[in-house]
């Protein structure tokens, strides 16, 4: 018998797939998860459509369903703090490169299981909390690995005169 390694194709999966590749790429292999929150989205869809739903009104209501737990990027977060706090030593693109390398590190994951990660938290007062962690944890990265950083280089190479 014939195996099918083909994958269905489904516009919540297709969806979802399309949204945790931009904010949570580092569970993009979690094709179990993905392939149940579609399953659960297409299930909300489909029961909103018979209570007497517009398509756009289930549209929405399976939105909630497929999004749900994923508002909040740690992807995302990486990427403001190294944009923002570290421009000069990590200019674009270096940021979306180093933070799935990040977010694979012992040091940032206790980071950001130190907090209650939810939907809302990027609206909390522990938001900022966690981006200054955020940023010690970074800086201490660096310096006890010593790892090269786009000024340490400029400052090593020699001046044109």
Not at 46 to 65: K, M, N, P, R, Y
């Amino acid at each position: 018998m014939k195996k099918n390694n083909k994958q269905e194709l489904s516009y919540f999966r297709l969806k979802l797939r399309s949204y945790m590749s931009e904010h949570h790429p580092e569970r993009l292999h979690d094709t179990e998860f993905i392939t149940a929150r579609a399953d659960m989205a297409l299930t909300a869809y489909c029961d909103a459509v018979a209570q007497g739903f517009t398509h756009l009104e289930a549209e929405s209501i399976a939105s909630e369903v497929l999004y749900q737990g994923l508002h909040f990027s740690k992807y995302d977060t990486l990427v403001s703090v190294l944009e923002n706090e570290f421009e000069r030593e990590l200019p674009a693109p270096l940021p979306e490169r180093l933070a799935p390398i990040l977010l694979s590190n012992k040091a940032i994951q206790a980071t950001f299981d130190k907090f209650g990660l939810t939907d809302t938290f990027a609206v909390s007062g522990q938001y900022d909390h966690l981006y200054t962690e955020l940023i010690g944890t970074i800086v201490l990265l660096t310096k006890s690995n010593n790892l090269p950083t786009v000024r340490q280089t400029e400052e090593a190479s020699p001046k044109a005169l």
